[in-house]
Structure formats: C-alpha cells, structure tokens
T-cell receptor, first 111, second 112 residues
C-alpha cells in the first residue's frame, strides 16, 4: 500500500465538531479523496482535494497539505446519521486513476 | 438513472465452484473497478479497466479474472472459489482519472 494512516475509531457527541486525520506517502501523489461508508452500504464520495488548503462543503470540510502528506476531514454540527466509516483515499494516478483506500475511521456519534 | 448495479447481491459457494459477478453502469464511464472489502483491510483493488476491451491487474488479482466486452459492463470471475475469497465485493466506475468513483451496492460472497 501507500502507508495510509488514519485512526481506527473515534467517538464524538451530537452537535460537536470532529476532525479525522490522515497521513499518506507523498511520492507520486496527485490528490486525495474522502469517502463516507455507512455500515453495510457502499462508499459515497465526499470530497477531492488537489490544492493545499481547506475546502468547505456544507457541514463537511477537507484540508490538504501536499508537502506534509497530511489531510483531515472536519465534520461540524454532528448528527446521528454521521455515524459511519470515513475512508481516506490518496490518488496516485499516472496513466490511470490509482486510488488507494485507507482502512477507514469508524466514527460513532453519541447523544 | 440506476447508477452502478451489481448482480447478485448475495451468494454462497462451495470450495472449487465457479461464478461470475456482473457490474453494470449507465453513466457512460470509461473506468471501472472491482474491489474486495474485508474487516480491517479496507478496500483493495482486484482488477480495473480504463475502457472497453481493456483490463489490468490491481493489488490482489490472484484467483480472479475480468472482462470488459461492453463499455457499460464489467464482469468478475472466480474460476475455483476458495474460503479466502469470502468477502464483500464492490464494483465502481468513474469518468476518468482524478474523478470520483461511484460504487455499486456490493455483493456479499461466502465460500464454504
């Protein structure tokens, strides 16, 4: 793999803010995807970062630092339905889209 | 639009049996992928295709074969199933490199 490192599990309270970190190898890196996967379901796309900085999309934001090989997903105003796994997926595509998925961070939102 | 569909949704095989998983997409995507997902292992790429008539090996291709005879379909074959192939299989498609992947609902395969 590409040494993708993200926490295995996290717990946060409804209404709070949570940050899920991800580190990855920088060699050949193009961009980074975040996907959400509810238990028993397929992953769904959240964001794709290519440039350094923070991109906001509603309650979800994603940050990228290309030089540090670091990204985070920020979830605000947590809702119970945000309980899911969040997959960090660096894109190392050269001639094709070679996306490598991390093992995911299982987030539990509690009342 | 149905997006990405997979057939079947569930299957139980005996060791040594063969089967084919079908993936279909109606988004006119060029790229298609087959992944397996196991507890603690994340999604691992089995095979992928960057266009009709093309296929390539991913991270864990052994024991699987694929075909992409039509742009909208991507088939995954298990010639002689083994218990180690018990997994959830996801198909995905994308417009091209650097674009989001759309996933099918998954096939839950058990090999006894």
């Amino acid at each position: 793999g590409q040494n993708i490192d993200q926490p295995t599990e996290m717990t946060a309270t409804e209404g709070a803010i949570v940050q899920i970190n991800c580190t990855y190898q920088t060699s050949g890196f193009n961009g980074l995807f975040w996907y959400q996967q509810h238990a028993g379901e397929a992953p769904t796309f959240l964001s794709y970062n290519v440039l350094d900085g923070l991109e906001e999309k509603g309650r979800f934001s994603s940050f990228l630092s290309r030089s540090k090989g670091y990204s985070y997903l920020l979830l605000k105003e947590l809702q119970m339905k945000d309980s899911a796994s969040y997959l960090c997926a660096p894109d190392y595509s050269g001639g094709y889209q070679k996306v490598t998925f991390g093992t995911g961070t299982k987030l539990q939102v509690i009342p | 639009n149905a997006g990405v569909t997979q057939t079947p949704k569930f299957r139980v095989l005996k060791t040594g049996q063969s089967m084919t998983l079908l993936c279909a997409q109606d988004m006119n995507h060029e790229y298609m992928y087959w992944y397996r997902q196991d507890p603690g292992m994340g999604l691992r790429l089995i095979h992928y295709s960057v266009g009709e008539g093309t296929t390539a090996k991913g991270e864990v291709p052994d024991g699987y074969n694929v075909s992409r005879l039509k742009k909208q379909n991507f088939l995954l074959g298990l010639e002689s199933a083994a218990p180690s192939q018990t997994s959830v299989y996801f198909c995905a498609s994308s417009y091209g490199g650097g674009y989001e992947q759309f996933f099918g609902p998954g096939t839950r395969l058990t090999v006894l």
